[in-house]
């Protein structure tokens, strides 16, 4: 198989839906409609996610290391996002 797409394009399309979707020039009905928007891909890749084989050790290692990411965020440390 050849990988012919981009996490890093894929990420900055999420951006700017989240960045339109805080923009305080935007009304209620454009920044729902882009949080909505959100809400889809979530979903859509929480299905896929779903369909896709288990990787063991090393799928719980990458697992492991989102919580302890997310723990660090809460407690108010440095963390960039992954």
Known sequence: MIKDWSIKEIKAQVDKIAW??????????VSW????????LYWYIEDKLKKCSNY??????????RREHNIVKKLGGNVEDQ
């Open 56 to 65: 063991g050790v090393i799928e719980e290692s990458l697992l492991e290391q």
């Open 33 to 40: 409609g882009c949080k909505e928007d959100l809400y889809e």
């Open 20 to 29: 339109a979707e805080s923009d305080p020039r935007m009304d209620g009905y």
